[in-house]
Structures are given as C-alpha cells and as structure tokens.
C-alpha cells in the first residue's frame, strides 16, 4: 500500500495576510477572500509558508509579536493611536476677535489638533477634567462679543447615520463644573459662556446649530483615570472623536459623583456634538463660532473634532463592526497612501493601522 505523505496544515487566510505584509508583497487577496479571517494566526510561533512567499523568520516575527503587542497596549487603553490632523479642523480660515476677547487668548491657530489634555504648566499644572480646564494662552482662543473663528475641514466633516447617537463632530470650549462636594468632584452647576455654532457645505451659505453651544455641555475630561483634580496626567486617555450621549443635559448630571461622571462619558473626551443632519447637511467644509454683538460674555474654544463612525476609526466601512472587511481594506492598500484604508491619516498605510484593526476588532 502506498504510503500518504503528511499533508501540511491549510492556511488560513490569516497567514497568508501576514506572509503578504512582512515580506513586502501587496498584491494581497481579493476581500472576499479574506472575510473568514480568525483573530490570531493557526501556528503563531512557527514558519509561515505560502507559494509566492518566503518563510517567514524571526526578525519578521519579532515585527509581528511588536505590532500584537502595540495592538494590546491600544486595546487596554495603556496606548493611544496617533492622531491626525485630519481628525480635527486642520486650518483657520477667519478669525474676528470681536469687542471683548479675554487678553492674550487671541491666537487662533491654537484652536487646531486635539483638545487638552494637561494644562497649567508652569503656573497650577493639572490634567484637564470637568472640574478643572484648560486655561492657558497656548491652548485656547478667545472670540468676544461681534467676533468670530472659523475653522476648515480637509476633508470635510460628513453626516454618517451610523456615528455614536449621530453626532458628526464635537467642539471642544473650556466649560467646566462647580463642585458640589470639592474635593470630591460632585456635579453642581455648569460655567459655562455659550456661542453659536454654524456650518457651511460651501463656504456660502452657512446653518446655524440650534440649542448646542459651543462652550458648553460637557466639559473635556483628558484622562479616564486621573481625579478631578489630578496634578499629573493619567495612563488611560479619553477619546475626543467619541462624544456623550446627547440625552444628558445638565439637570440631569447635576449630583453625579466623579465616579458616575466617568461611567456616563463612557472614555469620551466630552465636548459638545453636532449631528449635520439637524440643519439638513450631508457634509460641511468648515464649523464657525460665533458670538453676537452687544452684551455677551466672551467665548473660549480648544479645539473641533470629527467623530469617528462607530466610536472606532478602524469600522472602515462604517457597518459598525471591526472585521474581516475592514482587515482586507488595509491589506489590500498595504504600504500605500490609500485615504480610505489610512486609519491614522498618516499618509501612509502601515502597520499601526493594522494595529488598530487589531485593537478595534469585534467580538
């Protein structure tokens, strides 16, 4: 009787994935191909072999264990993922300072990138919280009384129905909460100066938001894990491209321990959301704030954030899932400048934007 020689172990589309990355290879299989996908691959640890591809060796899986290690440190909140300035307004197209900004806040290229996360340095040094926000001349911009600051998208902010509570972008003032119970971080009551928030699609003709203001609800919260009025930064940052619910108002967070507060930010960064919809948009170029002429206090404002689909930039394809199809976008655009696969919007597809695909994936 013959003998059978020993068949090897199929390969699974995730070895072949890998096999495509580490050795340079993009012409990676069709996306149909890839949507059974496991989490982990059949035979980590050994040699990878594909026809076409060469084995896999240990410089290559030492790059491999790293990018599964990044992906735990994201997942656990122990890493944050670059950011891009595509995640937040990128430009000043105006600014107007009107007839009372606040001295020395007159900078509005500061309202660009990220909201703060620390602040005071040099002066108080503490993290940013809803007890304590951001104040310095670096950090925020001033708008008075007749003035204005319009911040660009590029690209441009859409409606997408499928974002958390249909929020498609946050602006980001520096409101905070008097507390109730200090030190202990009870909500009392909101500081907080308003403005109005409008939207162009473009450049035209602009929507005024109804009953958000930008510097308002809620407060920016940096850090999941620091007190309410921590002097030194946390470990597990908040997410700024998340927003809170939109169903708490101040009323209702009135009372709430530091504790609650954070459970109800659910690791947002807090900020106030606009939903496009409301004004009837599909997509805005550019977010204006602007405070009226005559007596009004004047309004300070960190940052404008875009909100990712599904509260996780990795859901690529925004059906609120982090899967095998969002897993074959990167791959099939693996070491190119692919809009549509670059998670980070670093300019290149690369492996963070696999980590984030593995940090991201849904279970």
């Not at 104040?135 to 859409?158: C, K, M, W, Y």
Request: aromatic share 8%.
């Amino acid at each position: 009787m013959e003998d059978i020689p020993p068949q090897p172990e199929p390969e699974t589309p995730l070895d072949i994935a890998f096999a495509i990355i580490w050795e340079g290879r993009f012409e990676c299989p069709k996306p149909e191909d890839l949507h059974s996908l496991c989490a982990v691959p059949s035979r980590l640890g050994t040699t990878v072999r594909h026809a076409g591809f060469k084995q896999l060796n240990m410089p290559i899986m030492q790059r491999f264990f790293s990018l599964v290690a990044l992906a735990i440190f994201v997942t656990l909140g122990l890493l944050t993922l670059p950011t891009s300035a595509g995640d937040f307004a990128n430009n000043v197209l105006s600014y107007a300072a009107g007839s009372n900004p606040a001295n020395g806040f007159t900078n509005p290229l500061v309202a660009l990138g990220p909201p703060e996360r620390f602040t005071g340095e040099g002066i108080a040094p503490g993290a940013v919280t809803p007890f304590h926000p951001c104040f310095g001349t670096n950090e925020i911009v001033s708008v008075g009384a007749g003035g204005q600051l319009t911040l660009g998208f590029d690209p441009p902010l859409r409606n997408q129905a499928n974002n958390p509570f249909g929020i498609d972008f946050i602006v980001f003032g520096n409101s905070f909460f008097t507390d109730a119970a200090y030190p202990n971080g009870v909500v009392g009551a909101l500081a907080s100066d308003g403005g109005m928030i409008q939207v162009t699609a473009d450049g035209v003709t602009w929507f005024t938001i109804a009953n958000v203001f930008a510097d308002g609800l809620c407060p920016t919260m940096g850090w999941v894990d620091a007190g309410p009025y921590a002097t030194t930064n946390g470990v597990i940052a908040t997410d700024p491209n998340t927003p809170v619910d939109p169903a708490w108002t101040a009323a209702l967070l009135a009372g709430k321990t530091y504790s609650e507060l954070i459970e109800i930010y659910h690791g947002s960064a807090g900020g106030a959301g606009v939903d496009l919809a409301s004004v009837g948009l599909t997509q805005a170029i550019a977010v204006r704030i602007m405070v009226p002429t005559g007596i009004h206090a004047n309004v300070e404002i960190d940052a404008v954030a875009r909100v990712h689909a599904s509260g996780n930039p990795a859901d690529i394809d925004g059906d609120g899932l982090v899967n095998g199809l969002d897993l074959a976008t990167v791959l099939s655009a693996f070491g190119t400048g692919s809009a549509a696969a670059d998670i980070d919007h670093s300019g290149l597809v690369d492996g963070l934007d696999l980590a984030a695909i593995l940090a991201g994936w849904s279970t």
